[in-house]
Protein backbone atom coordinates (compact mmCIF):
# COMPACT_ATOMS: atom_id res chain seq x y z
CA UNK A 1 0.00 0.00 0.00
CA UNK A 2 0.90 3.46 -0.88
CA UNK A 3 -0.66 5.91 1.26
CA UNK A 4 -0.36 8.14 4.31
CA UNK A 5 1.48 6.86 7.22
CA UNK A 6 3.53 4.06 7.73
CA UNK A 7 3.62 1.12 5.24
CA UNK A 8 6.12 -1.57 5.68
CA UNK A 9 7.98 -3.45 2.90
CA UNK A 10 10.71 -5.76 2.18
CA UNK A 11 12.42 -7.28 -0.25
CA UNK A 12 11.12 -10.76 -1.21
CA UNK A 13 11.69 -12.14 -3.67
CA UNK A 14 9.49 -14.62 -5.43
CA UNK A 15 11.33 -17.95 -6.12
CA UNK A 16 11.09 -20.36 -9.06
CA UNK A 17 11.89 -23.97 -7.97
CA UNK A 18 12.77 -26.02 -10.61
CA UNK A 19 13.44 -29.81 -10.73
CA UNK A 20 15.06 -31.12 -13.72
CA UNK A 21 17.04 -34.27 -13.70
CA UNK A 22 16.44 -34.89 -10.16
CA UNK A 23 18.48 -31.61 -9.31
CA UNK A 24 16.82 -28.60 -7.44
CA UNK A 25 17.45 -25.06 -9.11
CA UNK A 26 16.25 -22.20 -6.98
CA UNK A 27 16.46 -19.04 -9.15
CA UNK A 28 14.96 -15.61 -8.08
CA UNK A 29 12.74 -14.02 -10.26
CA UNK A 30 14.50 -10.87 -11.79
CA UNK A 31 13.70 -7.54 -10.86
CA UNK A 32 12.70 -5.06 -13.79
CA UNK A 33 15.19 -2.44 -14.71
CA UNK A 34 14.70 1.49 -14.08
CA UNK A 35 14.52 2.36 -17.93
CA UNK A 36 15.62 6.34 -16.15
CA UNK A 37 18.43 7.39 -15.51
CA UNK A 38 19.79 8.26 -12.40
CA UNK A 39 21.45 11.20 -11.10
CA UNK A 40 24.21 11.75 -7.63
CA UNK A 41 24.80 15.69 -6.58
CA UNK A 42 27.75 15.02 -4.68
CA UNK A 43 29.76 11.45 -4.85
CA UNK A 44 30.41 10.44 -1.29
CA UNK A 45 30.45 7.21 0.57
CA UNK A 46 26.44 7.58 0.39
CA UNK A 47 26.13 8.17 -3.25
CA UNK A 48 28.23 4.87 -3.17
CA UNK A 49 26.50 3.37 -0.99
CA UNK A 50 23.47 3.69 -2.50
CA UNK A 51 24.25 3.27 -6.71
CA UNK A 52 26.28 -0.20 -6.08
CA UNK A 53 23.34 -1.64 -4.17
CA UNK A 54 20.90 -0.94 -6.81
CA UNK A 55 23.27 -1.79 -9.65
CA UNK A 56 24.30 -4.99 -7.70
CA UNK A 57 20.11 -5.73 -7.56
CA UNK A 58 20.39 -5.50 -11.52
CA UNK A 59 18.10 -2.22 -11.48
CA UNK A 60 20.15 0.10 -13.27
CA UNK A 61 23.74 -0.40 -15.59
CA UNK A 62 26.50 2.06 -15.08
CA UNK A 63 25.79 3.67 -18.44
CA UNK A 64 22.61 5.36 -17.01
CA UNK A 65 24.23 6.97 -14.07
CA UNK A 66 25.26 10.40 -14.11
CA UNK A 67 27.47 11.78 -10.92
CA UNK A 68 28.71 15.25 -10.26
CA UNK A 69 31.25 16.53 -7.77
CA UNK A 70 33.52 19.75 -7.95
CA UNK A 71 36.83 17.63 -7.43
CA UNK A 72 37.33 15.58 -10.99
CA UNK A 73 39.94 13.38 -8.93
CA UNK A 74 36.68 12.38 -6.56
CA UNK A 75 35.20 11.45 -10.48
CA UNK A 76 37.54 8.76 -11.46
CA UNK A 77 36.62 5.47 -10.00
CA UNK A 78 33.10 6.23 -11.13
CA UNK A 79 34.42 6.84 -14.53
CA UNK A 80 36.39 3.94 -14.56
CA UNK A 81 32.56 2.06 -13.16
CA UNK A 82 31.12 3.53 -16.77
CA UNK A 83 28.83 6.06 -14.98
CA UNK A 84 28.84 9.38 -17.06
CA UNK A 85 30.48 12.43 -14.55
CA UNK A 86 30.93 16.14 -14.79
CA UNK A 87 32.31 18.81 -12.59
CA UNK A 88 28.95 20.66 -13.52
CA UNK A 89 25.51 19.87 -11.00
CA UNK A 90 23.88 21.28 -13.64
CA UNK A 91 24.75 18.71 -16.20
CA UNK A 92 23.44 16.00 -14.04
CA UNK A 93 19.97 17.47 -13.11
CA UNK A 94 19.46 18.24 -17.10
CA UNK A 95 20.43 14.81 -17.90
CA UNK A 96 18.62 12.45 -15.31
CA UNK A 97 15.32 11.84 -14.21
CA UNK A 98 15.90 10.78 -10.87
CA UNK A 99 18.98 12.76 -9.32
CA UNK A 100 19.68 11.83 -5.50
CA UNK A 101 20.70 14.81 -3.68
CA UNK A 102 24.04 13.39 -1.30
CA UNK A 103 26.18 16.52 -0.04
CA UNK A 104 26.52 17.89 3.33
CA UNK A 105 23.85 20.02 4.57
CA UNK A 106 25.95 22.99 4.32
CA UNK A 107 26.53 22.27 0.78
CA UNK A 108 23.46 22.16 -0.12
CA UNK A 109 22.34 25.47 -1.01
CA UNK A 110 25.54 26.23 -2.71
CA UNK A 111 25.62 23.01 -4.76
CA UNK A 112 21.21 23.80 -5.73
CA UNK A 113 22.49 27.74 -6.49
CA UNK A 114 24.80 26.49 -9.19
CA UNK A 115 22.50 24.71 -11.16
CA UNK A 116 19.70 27.30 -11.03
CA UNK A 117 22.41 29.90 -11.86
CA UNK A 118 23.05 27.90 -15.14
CA UNK A 119 22.42 27.87 -18.86
CA UNK A 120 20.54 24.69 -19.02
CA UNK A 121 18.33 25.41 -15.81
CA UNK A 122 15.35 26.54 -17.62
CA UNK A 123 15.84 23.25 -19.66
CA UNK A 124 15.31 20.98 -16.05
CA UNK A 125 11.83 20.30 -16.02
CA UNK A 126 9.75 17.51 -14.63
CA UNK A 127 12.41 15.83 -12.01
CA UNK A 128 12.17 13.50 -9.07
CA UNK A 129 14.77 14.77 -6.51
CA UNK A 130 15.64 12.03 -3.54
CA UNK A 131 17.24 14.00 -0.77
CA UNK A 132 19.17 11.60 1.96
CA UNK A 133 20.70 14.78 3.56
CA UNK A 134 20.19 14.76 7.48
CA UNK A 135 17.78 17.53 8.84
CA UNK A 136 16.31 19.01 5.60
CA UNK A 137 12.83 19.29 5.53
CA UNK A 138 10.81 18.59 2.81
CA UNK A 139 9.51 22.05 3.27
CA UNK A 140 13.46 23.33 2.93
CA UNK A 141 14.19 21.23 -0.32
CA UNK A 142 10.76 22.37 -2.18
CA UNK A 143 11.75 25.67 -1.62
CA UNK A 144 15.18 25.66 -3.12
CA UNK A 145 14.07 23.27 -6.17
CA UNK A 146 10.93 25.51 -6.93
CA UNK A 147 12.96 27.29 -10.00
CA UNK A 148 12.78 23.76 -11.76
CA UNK A 149 9.35 23.26 -13.07
CA UNK A 150 7.51 20.28 -12.20
CA UNK A 151 9.71 19.20 -9.51
CA UNK A 152 8.96 16.30 -6.76
CA UNK A 153 11.27 15.34 -3.89
CA UNK A 154 11.07 12.31 -1.67
CA UNK A 155 13.24 12.70 1.44
CA UNK A 156 15.22 9.83 2.61
CA UNK A 157 17.12 8.58 5.41
CA UNK A 158 19.73 5.56 4.70
CA UNK A 159 22.17 3.84 6.18
CA UNK A 160 25.71 2.55 5.36
CA UNK A 161 24.79 -1.00 5.71
CA UNK A 162 22.85 -0.81 2.59
CA UNK A 163 26.27 -1.37 1.14
CA UNK A 164 26.00 -4.96 1.72
CA UNK A 165 21.99 -5.18 1.27
CA UNK A 166 21.37 -4.92 4.96
CA UNK A 167 20.44 -1.20 4.84
CA UNK A 168 17.56 0.29 7.17
CA UNK A 169 16.28 3.46 5.04
CA UNK A 170 13.17 5.43 5.35
CA UNK A 171 11.17 7.93 3.31
CA UNK A 172 9.02 10.63 3.65
CA UNK A 173 7.08 11.99 0.37
CA UNK A 174 6.54 15.72 -0.71
CA UNK A 175 3.71 17.74 -1.32
CA UNK A 176 4.27 17.15 -5.39
CA UNK A 177 4.93 13.18 -5.46
CA UNK A 178 2.56 10.78 -7.30
CA UNK A 179 1.94 7.20 -6.45
CA UNK A 180 3.99 6.23 -9.46
CA UNK A 181 6.82 8.22 -7.58
CA UNK A 182 6.48 6.25 -5.01
CA UNK A 183 6.30 3.14 -6.11
CA UNK A 184 9.77 4.26 -8.35
CA UNK A 185 11.23 5.42 -4.84
CA UNK A 186 10.14 1.81 -3.32
CA UNK A 187 11.35 -0.05 -5.83
CA UNK A 188 14.98 1.59 -5.74
CA UNK A 189 15.41 1.36 -2.09
CA UNK A 190 13.77 -2.09 -1.44
CA UNK A 191 16.45 -3.64 -2.68
CA UNK A 192 19.10 -1.84 -0.55
CA UNK A 193 17.68 -3.62 2.50
CA UNK A 194 14.37 -2.97 4.82
CA UNK A 195 12.69 0.27 3.57
CA UNK A 196 9.31 1.88 5.25
CA UNK A 197 7.38 4.99 4.62
CA UNK A 198 7.14 7.62 7.77
CA UNK A 199 5.69 10.70 8.66
CA UNK A 200 8.60 13.28 8.31
CA UNK A 201 8.07 14.24 11.94
CA UNK A 202 10.11 11.22 13.10
CA UNK A 203 12.37 11.08 10.53
CA UNK A 204 15.30 12.65 12.86
CA UNK A 205 14.89 10.47 15.69
CA UNK A 206 14.70 7.26 13.16
CA UNK A 207 17.53 8.74 11.33
CA UNK A 208 19.61 9.29 14.83
CA UNK A 209 18.46 5.16 15.38
CA UNK A 210 18.89 4.15 12.09
CA UNK A 211 21.88 6.10 10.21
CA UNK A 212 23.86 6.64 13.28
CA UNK A 213 23.26 3.62 14.84
CA UNK A 214 26.08 1.62 13.03
CA UNK A 215 28.51 3.88 14.32
CA UNK A 216 27.52 3.59 17.68
CA UNK A 217 27.22 -0.28 17.28
CA UNK A 218 30.62 -0.22 15.41
CA UNK A 219 32.27 1.62 18.50
CA UNK A 220 30.31 -1.27 20.92
CA UNK A 221 32.03 -3.92 18.66
CA UNK A 222 35.47 -2.69 18.97
CA UNK A 223 35.02 -2.35 22.88
CA UNK A 224 33.95 -5.49 22.90
CA UNK A 225 37.06 -6.50 21.02
CA UNK A 226 39.09 -4.53 23.15
CA UNK A 227 37.46 -6.86 25.97
CA UNK A 228 38.39 -10.02 24.47
CA UNK A 229 42.30 -7.89 23.83
CA UNK A 230 42.62 -7.55 27.30
CA UNK A 231 41.89 -10.77 27.99
CA UNK A 232 44.53 -11.99 25.87
CA UNK A 233 42.67 -12.86 22.62
CA UNK A 234 44.25 -11.65 19.56
CA UNK A 235 43.01 -8.96 17.82
CA UNK A 236 41.23 -10.38 14.45
CA UNK A 237 39.43 -13.27 16.61
CA UNK A 238 38.09 -11.02 19.61
CA UNK A 239 36.63 -8.78 16.46
CA UNK A 240 35.43 -11.91 14.34
CA UNK A 241 33.80 -13.51 17.42
CA UNK A 242 32.27 -10.13 18.20
CA UNK A 243 31.10 -9.18 15.16
CA UNK A 244 29.45 -12.40 14.83
CA UNK A 245 28.05 -12.28 18.09
CA UNK A 246 26.43 -8.75 17.80
CA UNK A 247 24.79 -10.01 13.94
CA UNK A 248 23.16 -13.29 15.96
CA UNK A 249 22.20 -11.30 18.73
CA UNK A 250 20.24 -9.01 16.66
CA UNK A 251 18.84 -11.55 14.69
CA UNK A 252 17.75 -13.18 17.81
CA UNK A 253 15.54 -9.72 18.67
CA UNK A 254 14.18 -9.71 15.12
CA UNK A 255 13.38 -13.43 14.75
CA UNK A 256 12.09 -14.62 18.35
CA UNK A 257 10.06 -11.63 18.77
CA UNK A 258 10.90 -11.93 22.47
CA UNK A 259 11.56 -8.71 24.26
CA UNK A 260 15.35 -7.63 24.79
CA UNK A 261 15.04 -8.15 28.65
CA UNK A 262 14.11 -11.70 28.56
CA UNK A 263 16.96 -12.34 25.65
CA UNK A 264 18.96 -11.10 28.04
CA UNK A 265 17.82 -13.09 31.58
CA UNK A 266 18.10 -16.03 28.98
CA UNK A 267 21.58 -15.64 29.52
CA UNK A 268 22.28 -14.75 32.52
CA UNK A 269 22.83 -17.60 34.99
CA UNK A 270 22.19 -16.91 38.63
CA UNK A 271 25.59 -15.89 40.29
CA UNK A 272 27.13 -16.91 37.09
CA UNK A 273 30.02 -14.71 34.47
CA UNK A 274 26.91 -12.57 32.19
CA UNK A 275 25.66 -11.42 35.20
CA UNK A 276 29.12 -10.20 36.62
CA UNK A 277 29.47 -8.58 33.04
CA UNK A 278 26.04 -6.57 32.98
CA UNK A 279 26.47 -4.87 36.78
CA UNK A 280 29.85 -3.56 35.41
CA UNK A 281 27.53 -2.04 32.46
CA UNK A 282 25.00 -0.67 34.55
CA UNK A 283 27.52 1.19 37.10
CA UNK A 284 28.92 2.85 34.21
CA UNK A 285 25.34 3.98 33.12
CA UNK A 286 25.36 2.18 29.38
CA UNK A 287 22.27 2.55 28.51
CA UNK A 288 21.89 6.11 29.54
CA UNK A 289 24.66 7.00 27.61
CA UNK A 290 23.28 5.07 24.31
CA UNK A 291 19.65 6.78 24.75
CA UNK A 292 22.19 10.58 25.35
CA UNK A 293 24.00 9.44 22.02
CA UNK A 294 20.71 8.95 20.04
CA UNK A 295 19.06 12.28 21.75
CA UNK A 296 22.05 14.03 20.57
CA UNK A 297 22.15 12.57 16.95
CA UNK A 298 18.46 13.50 16.82
CA UNK A 299 19.06 17.32 18.03
CA UNK A 300 22.07 17.48 15.64
CA UNK A 301 19.70 16.39 12.76
CA UNK A 302 17.61 19.48 13.52
CA UNK A 303 20.19 21.87 13.85
CA UNK A 304 21.74 21.17 10.52
CA UNK A 305 18.47 20.83 8.79
CA UNK A 306 18.01 25.13 10.13
CA UNK A 307 21.84 25.58 8.69
CA UNK A 308 20.18 25.17 5.20
CA UNK A 309 17.05 27.43 5.05
CA UNK A 310 17.47 30.82 3.72
N1 LIG B 1 27.38 8.70 5.86
C1 LIG B 1 26.24 8.21 6.32
O1 LIG B 1 26.22 7.18 7.04
C2 LIG B 1 24.94 8.88 6.00
C3 LIG B 1 24.90 10.12 5.38
N2 LIG B 1 23.70 10.71 5.10
C4 LIG B 1 23.68 12.00 4.42
O2 LIG B 1 24.25 11.80 3.14
C5 LIG B 1 24.86 13.01 2.69
C6 LIG B 1 26.22 12.69 2.13
O3 LIG B 1 26.99 12.11 3.14
P1 LIG B 1 28.31 11.27 2.83
O4 LIG B 1 28.14 10.54 1.55
O5 LIG B 1 28.64 10.55 4.05
O6 LIG B 1 29.35 12.49 2.62
P2 LIG B 1 30.69 12.51 1.75
O7 LIG B 1 31.52 13.63 2.30
O8 LIG B 1 31.29 11.17 1.66
O9 LIG B 1 30.16 12.94 0.30
C7 LIG B 1 29.78 14.23 -0.05
C8 LIG B 1 30.37 14.51 -1.41
O10 LIG B 1 29.87 15.76 -1.85
C9 LIG B 1 30.82 16.24 -2.79
N3 LIG B 1 30.62 17.69 -2.93
C10 LIG B 1 31.14 18.70 -2.17
N4 LIG B 1 30.69 19.89 -2.62
C11 LIG B 1 29.86 19.63 -3.67
C12 LIG B 1 29.09 20.45 -4.57
N5 LIG B 1 29.06 21.78 -4.46
N6 LIG B 1 28.38 19.83 -5.54
C13 LIG B 1 28.40 18.47 -5.66
N7 LIG B 1 29.10 17.66 -4.85
C14 LIG B 1 29.82 18.22 -3.87
C15 LIG B 1 32.18 15.88 -2.24
O11 LIG B 1 33.06 15.61 -3.33
C16 LIG B 1 31.88 14.62 -1.42
O12 LIG B 1 32.46 13.48 -2.00
C17 LIG B 1 24.89 13.96 3.89
O13 LIG B 1 23.97 14.98 3.68
C18 LIG B 1 24.49 13.10 5.08
O14 LIG B 1 23.69 13.83 5.98
C19 LIG B 1 22.51 10.11 5.36
C20 LIG B 1 22.49 8.90 5.97
C21 LIG B 1 23.69 8.18 6.35
O1 LIG C 1 26.57 11.95 10.77
C1 LIG C 1 25.89 12.44 9.87
O2 LIG C 1 25.58 13.63 9.89
C2 LIG C 1 25.38 11.54 8.77
C3 LIG C 1 23.87 11.55 8.73
C4 LIG C 1 23.46 10.27 9.36
C5 LIG C 1 24.68 9.48 9.37
N1 LIG C 1 25.71 10.18 9.00
Known amino acids: MLGNGIVGSSSRHLSLVLLIAGKHFCTKAPRQKIPNNIGFIGDGSMAKAICRSIKRAGLIEYSQVYVSSPFPKNLDSWKELGANV ?16 AVKPHILCDAIGTITASSVAKEIKNKLFISILAGVTIKNL ?6 FEGSRVVR ?14 VYCPGSKVSDNDLKL ?24 VTASGP ?3 YVFIEALSDGGVRMGLHRDVSTKFAAQTVMGAAKMVLETNKHMGTLKDEVCSAGGQTIAGI ?5 CALRGSIMDAVQAAALRAAELGEQTKK
Request: hydrophobic content about 45%; aromatic content about 4%.
Open 86 to 101: STENAYVVKEADIIFL
Open 215 to 217: AFV
Open 185 to 208: VNSILEVTGMCQMVPESTINSIGA
Open 279 to 283: HALEK
Open 142 to 147: EDLLKH
Open 156 to 169: VMPNTPMLIGQGCT
